[in-house]
């Protein structure tokens, strides 16, 4: 059997306000297969995106193993764990995180830059753009490339954050609440979108939400309660 | 690929990032301005002061001092062409039989001379001071009608008087002419039988005159160095003239101007001159007589042209100022436009960015920033140093005003000298100040956290 995509061993992680150690993960175990699509479900404060943040080395683990294809990354120095956070993992996030000085097209386009020199992306623009207005075009935004964030709707920033995070084909996809600032009926239409994604791509998915609607359509659902795994 | 697109996106969304540009970019402009017409006014300034200087001057000789030994003497140093004899005197001109005009208030006169009747009356052997200074220049450099009728034979005694040259801008101020006359006014010091010295008047029997009325002489032209200030200050007569009026010894010298072969050993020529001079006076050291000293042009003028490169290095104080604000000028909207990009570093971080990388991002736009406004200032500089004698005419000939009053200075234009290694010293002096101001806003952006942009909105 292979490796899952992205796992994580007895995973702890403490802050710290002032001398008082805060506890947030306890001993979290968890893994993530390829194509699966798996929801994290936890009431406000339980961890969850720590967990995200954890699973995705923008932070470290107090204690514990992240492993990304039975590799154990959470060690490696912080350019390596850019180099692989750039590889391995898309995020997508609750407020969209989209620059805004920069088109759809070119928010988009910035993943790709992000681990090439001037030249090699030169090399490369016609093919890289060609790619980047596909991806817009499943997520439905092919009228709206050259399109400010500020000029677009709630929805179709999240769409471009989306295709952002496909562009790279990533083994996994950590979407912080990727809903929780949209209206329902726009929420639907991204979720379909995700699911669609992960049918098509047999991408995985770690999807932190509150909404135990949303949860039960996944293939798997992890409930965190107070830093720990509870079922 | 990421940080030099990100820095150029910012750079163009940002219009308030022109400030910081424009404070480089006038920063650079001034230093390099400003600087310019100083060492314009310096070189033009020596210029003056060296077309009436003998190359090196030997002063302060004894009363017993005789012009052949001393010419023999340093005529025997290496590097030496030519010697020529001085006396150094002073006195009061007026036309025979009027007072002369009382003395303007004090400072104009000091700086351009020509409008206090006193004057340096100086007593010059022409044969051979053409051979040290540009003479003949001089008596060339003047209006047709005040030029000496026979140049070859500029003090020749005219009618039996003995003749007078002086500073074309003084001649003109007296309303004085070729042919006038010209009483100086004078004293001398005579030694009585008690060994005592006193200062007895200088009459017209001294020079083949009659009476005890003031020596008479006769204008015989003008002069023109382009020394403003000694033109107005110095009356030339002949040295033989000067040493009947003063009762001195035929060979008498007071001062001896030198022209050196080799222009670029001045200084150490003038060292010799010196030690030969002493040696031949038997001057002692550590005696109480006042020791003859040998400078260079540049050496007796040091006083006066230090000052200007010291008014000069001042400037270049002032105005580096002017670059500290820039400077901060750019850090503060540096540090504004960081403030405002901390979602954008949380994403970047997400989508692979190093800390390094993000620090790189706003490097690059302080950078920019600051290579932009050298750039435009160091080009604006140039061209406004160049043509400033233009704008300098366009602004008189459109308001009236100018901006740039050069004739106080003597100047027919507004001098400028572009310096390549202060320019270049400008542009490294900027780069090192933007580097330093961008760096600090984007090492806080690489130490600024990423969770924390990306956990709230």
Known sequence: MNAPVLSAEAVTKSYWLGKREIPILKGVDLAVQRGEMVALLGASGAGKSTLLHVLGLLDAPTTGRVLYDGNQVHDLKVTERARLRHQHVGFVFQFYHLIPELTALQNVLLTRMMQCSVAQYWRQRKATRQEAESILGDVGLSSRLLHRPSELSGGERQRVAIARALLQNPRVVLADEPTGNLDSETADGVMDLLFRINRERQLAFLLVTHNEELAKRCHRVVRLRDGVVVN | MYRLFLATRYLL???????????????????????????????????????????????????????????????????????????????????????????????????????????????????????????????????PGN???????????????????????????????????????????????????????????????????????????????????????????????????????????QEIAVKVQDTASTEVTAERIERAVRRELGYESGSLQRAPLAYSWRERHRGFLEGVEWQRALMKIILIVIMITAAVLMYATLSMMVAEKTSDIGILCALGGSPRGVMTVFLACGLSITVCGIVVGTAAGCVSAIYLEEFRQFVLWLCGIDLFPVKVYNLDRVPHELDPLWILQVAAMAIAVGTVVSALPALRAARHDPLVSLRGN
């Open chain 2, 13 to 143: 969304s940002r219009p308030i990032n022109l400030l910081g540009m424009g404070g480089v970019t006038l920063g650079v402009w001034a230093l390099i301005v400003v600087v310019s017409i100083f060492s314009g006014f310096l070189r033009v300034v020596g210029e003056h002061v060296r077309s009436a200087s003998a190359d090196i001057s030997v002063w302060f000789l004894p009363e017993s001092a005789r012009f052949a030994p001393l010419q023999k003497a340093i005529l025997e140093i290496p590097n030496v062409a030519a010697t020529a004899p001085r006396l150094v005197h002073f006195g009061l001109l007026n036309r025979p039989g009027e007072q002369p005009s009382p003395p303007p208030l004090l400072g104009r006169g000091a700086l351009q001379g020509g409008d206090t009747p006193f004057v340096f009356v100086l007593g010059i052997d022409p044969e051979r001071d053409r051979a040290t200074t540009a003479l003949d220049s001089w008596l060339l450099a003047v209006a």
């Open chain 2, 147 to 253: 030029r000496v009728k026979d140049p070859s034979h500029p003090l020749a005694r005219i009618d039996g008087r003995p003749a007078i040259l002086l500073g074309e801008q003084r001649m003109r101020n007296s309303g004085l002419r070729i042919g006038d006359l010209l009483a100086v006014s004078t004293g001398r010091v005579e030694r009585g039988a008690d060994g005592g010295r006193s200062l007895v008047q200088v009459t017209a029997e001294s020079v083949g005159g009659s009476g005890r009325d003031a020596p008479v002489f006769v204008v015989a032209g003008a002069y023109h160095t382009q020394h403003t200030g000694y033109d107005g200050n110095n009356a030339l007569v002949h040295i033989d003239d000067l040493r009947a009026m003063l009762g001195l010894a035929p060979d008498a010298v």
